[in-house]
């Protein structure tokens, strides 16, 4: 039941990362009354392409990384695939933190998407960390947080357009709300699942362990 579960899940989350792209190629046309916030993006399009380019490959780099016969087949691949994720996420979070100087609402959503950029850049740096030292477990564990911090480029475009059109929010109100919801939620999910996984297992929560 565990491994159906998961298939499903996966397949879930990935079918999600692949529409992520569809839903962000107009940020690479030029015409720029299609951007949100066309008033100010346009100005900084190097930025918002390299950030959102950045969090689209990371997007579908990721799930193929938590694939344990992809894994144990073609570790190679996985090492490279892992190293261009990291560089993604690097790029997505540094330029992400850039644009979010001028986010839609305000300080609040200025502050929770700023947040983003730097949790993410974050747990992909101690993810990558831990594979050099040999820590895979631990590892694991931070790939896992980094990955569901790069899900919030999908929840961002379920969340907002649910609360503006959905619940009826002002665009800034739902912003605003949004700029915390869509990556907040995915942290404490993976925490909660992870160390409960490893409570059932008998273990402890050691970030230190093989």
Same mark, same amino acid.
């Given at each position: ?42 100005? *900084?399009?190097? =930025? $918002?392409?390299?950030?959102? /380019?950045?969090?689209?490959? &990371? %997007? ?5 990384? +938590?694939?344990?016969?992809f894994?144990? *087949?073609?570790? =190679? $691949?996985?090492?490279?695939? /892992?190293?261009?994720?990291? &560089? %993604? ?5 540094? +330029? ?9 609402g ?10 983003? %950029? ?37 929840m ?5 357009p ?49």
């Open positions: 039941m565990k491994t159906v579960f998961f298939r499903v899940g996966w397949f879930v989350m990935t079918l999600l990362c692949v529409l992520l792209v569809f839903t962000t190629l107009r940020y690479f046309g030029s015409d720029s009354v299609a951007f949100f916030q066309s008033d100010i993006y346009p100005d *900084r399009i190097v =930025a $918002l392409r390299l950030h959102i /380019g950045g969090g689209i490959v &990371a %997007a579908l780099t990721g799930p193929l990384q +938590f694939c344990g016969g894994r144990n *087949r073609f570790r =190679a $691949l996985h090492r490279v695939l /892992g190293k261009i994720y990291i &560089a %993604a996420v690097l790029t997505g979070a540094v +330029f992400g933190l850039m644009i979010a100087t001028t986010a839609l305000g300080t609040v959503s200025q502050s929770g998407f700023s947040a983003l %950029a730097l949790a993410w850049a974050g747990a992909t740096l101690m993810a990558y960390r831990r594979i050099r030292t040999g820590t895979v477990a631990a590892h694991r564990r931070w790939m896992i947080r980094s990955f569901a911090l790069t899900f919030a480029f999908v961002l475009r379920i969340i907002f649910a609360l503006q059109f959905g619940a009826g929010l002002d665009q800034v109100t739902a912003f605003q709300i949004t700029s915390w919801a869509c990556w907040v939620p995915n942290l404490l999910l993976v925490e909660l699942a992870m160390r409960k996984r490893n409570h059932a297992n008998g273990h402890g929560f050691d970030e230190t362990a093989h």
